[in-house]
């Protein structure tokens, strides 16, 4: 599946006219569609503070955001408002909606206040059976046993309104919740089907969206647990995959030996033809320059930001062209 996105230097080939009949579609306010094999050269990812017509405004091929300003059902977004961005005066762009599969947020649709009343981070008594802890460093969003038909349900109840909303894809965040259920994992579970369940979980919501929900070009794009990419059905399922903190944790330098298993992982999705996005959190512009050099000459993605993702960032020297 090949993503349609615009390269600016393409951009008027595109309408195959002559010179008159183009300016007149020009001043007209056409914008020429992008060729079907253009590459995704930048993106943007930001989940708070959003502002859909500076997003818009941007000449970003891709953007990863939230389904909703601040997250609640009530005001997400609507299939005009995604239209719109989709189709900005900045340029088309691809628009994915964040949806955490491994973890439930407590400022989320579904959740429910007693589910842990003291906001202690435990369950309380009554909660449903696939709740686990809160996340020590992202308080309010709870573990969950995410093989749970529940929870599935919750998810691809979530899908659904991503669906109707007419983004072009979601982007899957905690895919890694295999390793903390798994074995030598840090919930103590060592449950030994997790990395599998996984993979069937995301092929679940895939089928969802492309033959339930009649998306066959829905684009799935998971977040991190690049290792799942050694699995041919998963590889052949998703569209292609973000990862964090490759080179960087912050502004500080990744040492090899967590940087080379990660990029051997993530050259299998480059070799067989899936977008790599990469997003470091680092903000001296000699690092962030250092992180566009590096993940340019991979192939992959690159997008430097600030890691509570509520700023549209461009970096001097690094703009979306």
Same mark, same amino acid.
């Given at each position: ?33 992008? &060729?079907?094999?253009? &590459? ?5 990812? *930001? ?5 859909? #017509? ?13 389904? !909703? ?11 005009? *408002? ?6 900005? =005066? ?15 947020? $407590?400022? %989320?649709?579904?959740?429910? !206040? ?27 969003? +709870? ?8 929870? *599935? ?17 979601? @982007? ?5 919740? +295999? ?12 449950? &030994? ?33 690049? %290792? ?5 059905? @998963? ?35 480059? #070799? ?8 470091? @959190?680092?903000?001296? =512009? ?7 050099? %590096? ?7 690159? +997008?430097?930001?600030? %890691?509570?993702? $509520? ?11």
């Amino acid at each position: 599946m090949t993503l349609a996105l615009r390269a600016r230097s393409r951009r008027l080939a595109s309408c195959l006219v002559a010179a008159p009949a183009l300016l007149a579609l020009l001043a007209a306010g056409c914008r020429p569609r992008p &060729p079907a094999d253009d &590459p995704l050269d930048d993106f943007a990812y *930001q989940l708070q503070n959003l502002d859909l #017509a500076a997003l818009g405004a941007t000449r970003f091929d891709l953007a990863v955001i939230d389904y !909703s300003p601040d997250g609640s059902d009530e005001r997400r977004f609507t299939a005009a *408002q995604i239209a719109a961005l989709a189709n900005s =005066p900045g340029g088309r762009k691809t628009v994915l909606a964040y949806l955490s599969i491994g973890e439930a947020e $407590d400022y %989320r649709w579904y959740w429910q !206040s007693a589910w842990d009343a003291d906001r202690d981070g435990e369950p309380d008594p009554g909660a449903p059976d696939w709740l686990g802890r809160s996340n020590p460093d992202w308080l309010g969003n +709870y573990k969950v046993r995410y093989w749970y038909p529940a929870w *599935q349900a919750v998810v691809l109840a979530y899908l659904d309104r991503i669906i109707a909303a007419g983004f072009g894809g979601a @982007y899957l965040d905690i895919i890694d919740a +295999y390793e903390y259920w798994g074995p030598g994992g840090e919930s103590g579970l060592n449950r &030994p089907t997790t990395e599998a369940e996984m993979i069937d979980f995301v092929r679940t919501l895939a089928d969802h969206a492309r033959v339930t929900r009649s998306r066959p070009d829905f684009l799935i794009f998971p977040q991190n647990g690049e %290792r799942l990419g050694r699995n041919a059905d @998963y590889l052949g399922t998703i569209s292609g995959i973000g990862r964090e903190d490759v080179w960087y944790n912050d502004n500080a330098p990744n040492p090899p030996s967590g940087i080379d298993p990660v990029l051997a992982d993530l050259d299998v999705f480059r #070799a067989a033809g899936k977008p790599v996005l990469v997003i470091d @959190y680092v903000r001296q =512009p000699d690092l962030i320059d250092d992180f566009y050099s %590096r993940a340019q000459a991979r192939g992959y993605v690159p +997008y430097a930001t600030v %890691r509570d993702l $509520d700023s549209l960032v461009i970096n001097p020297g690094h703009e979306p062209d």
